[in-house]
């Protein structure tokens, strides 16, 4: 039996990250159920991981998978996140590795020598080749595609390794990605497919008993609370905790509303858990901090909130997918707030400011919901289409038993 092998950022707890793999082998079973019995389906990340406590899949590492014959390797499927272009010292100071080593790493990315930091963490991984989900074409045989990937291809950030970059996504068997922005970076090149991030899939796949039977009885009964949804990054917010504060305890004020305070980003670099903690000791307990989650739990109290606010892409797609009102925070966030502008709808289609939060709310809330949920269904529509585009493109459409 031959192997497809879906790569990506999976072996970090990140929301995201996680949930991509799952969606696409949703996709393939519900779609293509065939295919389970003419391939294996192998998900493979920096290190081999197990974060099936929180629901997420496991991973082999890559050093394991491209380490040996490639034979039976069918195709290589990289799925964003920002992946174009995260060197792997980029992601090694989002992993969990001993402290005497992320200092090495950080030491060396300050001092300004990225390329000893990259090779470092390359011989570390025993990656087979530079930026780690940027796959490159080992075997003739094997086919490369990229599933709506973010990020940016600059000879500013790559340097010498531009044309083999170039050279193996304008080579790609299949390639979309996931807003505009990414497209411009790539055009000088190649031309792209352009749908919105392949997690906007989730409400067609998953469904409210779904996500009662894998949430804990505390999460099932939060759900049932009227809430506004908060998550924030504190690099990214643009805010401080006392400032959150006194802009959610208005909103709280003005729409009768409580307050949950949802972490989403639990990967080293985010940190949203200790910036939220610091949100509910300033209220005194007032807002309700919801952690120990896992990724449906996540997903359960973000589909359930009557509003959903935070910096984090992933948590405003879930919005989206599940046709919940939702605010984007910090027009910085680059990756969000063209997202938004490409794929989101009415006064949502750009990120605000935390002061900007009750006026934005006020609108937001007085929309016609049922607009939302066309909007939804259009953007799960698109999501579905580039996943059939995908499939076809490498030729794993065909009928058959195992070979």
Not at 123 to 133: A, F, G, H, K, Q
Not at 150 to 157: I, K, L, M, Q
Not at 168 to 185: C, G, H, P
């Amino acid at each position: 039996m031959k192997r497809v092998v879906v790569v990506g950022a999976f072996d970090r707890y990140n929301y995201g990250d996680n949930l991509m793999p799952i969606l696409f082998e949703l996709f393939l079973k519900e779609f293509y159920p065939a295919f389970f019995k003419r391939y294996e389906l192998v998900f493979s990340a920096l290190t081999d991981s197990d974060l099936s406590k929180y629901k997420a899949k496991k991973t082999v590492a890559m050093s394991d998978v491209f380490g040996g014959s490639l034979d039976d390797v069918e195709a290589v499927i990289s799925i964003g996140g920002e992946v174009l272009c995260a060197s792997s010292s980029r992601l090694f100071l989002h992993m969990d590795h001993p402290k005497n080593l992320m200092d090495r790493v950080s030491f060396l990315k300050e001092k300004r020598l990225s390329l000893l930091a990259d090779l470092f963490c390359r011989s570390y991984y025993r990656l087979p080749w530079e930026y780690p989900y940027v796959p490159k074409r080992i075997s003739g045989s094997m086919k490369v595609a990229f599933n709506t990937v973010g990020g940016g291809v600059s000879r500013r950030s790559l340097g010498t390794y531009i044309h083999f970059v170039r050279s193996r996504l304008s080579s790609a068997d299949y390639l979309s990605v996931r807003d505009t922005r990414t497209e411009s970076s790539l055009a000088k090149f190649c031309t792209p497919e352009v749908f919105p991030d392949s997690a906007i899939t989730m409400a067609y796949f998953v469904g409210d008993q779904f996500l009662e039977k894998e949430c804990s009885p505390r999460v099932n009964e939060i759900c049932k609370e009227k809430y506004v949804c908060f998550q924030a990054a504190p690099k990214k917010v643009g805010a401080s905790a006392r400032e959150v504060f006194d802009v959610l305890k208005k909103v709280a004020g003005s729409t009768g509303l409580g307050v949950k305070l949802c972490p989403i980003g639990y990967a080293s670099g985010h940190d949203d858990i200790d910036f939220l903690r610091e949100v509910q000791r300033i209220s005194g307990g007032e807002f309700d901090l919801v952690e120990d989650l896992n990724i449906w739990e996540i997903m359960a109290v973000i589909r359930n909130a009557k509003l959903f606010t935070g910096t984090s892409l992933h948590g405003v797609i879930t919005a989206l997918s599940f046709s919940v009102p939702y605010v984007g925070l910090n027009r910085r966030v680059g990756k969000l707030d063209k997202f938004l502008e490409d794929w989101g709808v009415g006064t949502s289609k750009r990120c605000y400011s935390v002061a900007e939060l009750p006026e934005v709310f006020e609108a937001i809330m007085g929309t016609d919901k049922a607009k939302y949920h066309e909007h939804s269904k259009w953007l799960q529509g698109l999501g579905l289409t580039n996943n059939h585009k995908l499939v076809k493109a490498l030729g794993l459409d065909q009928k058959g038993g195992s070979n």
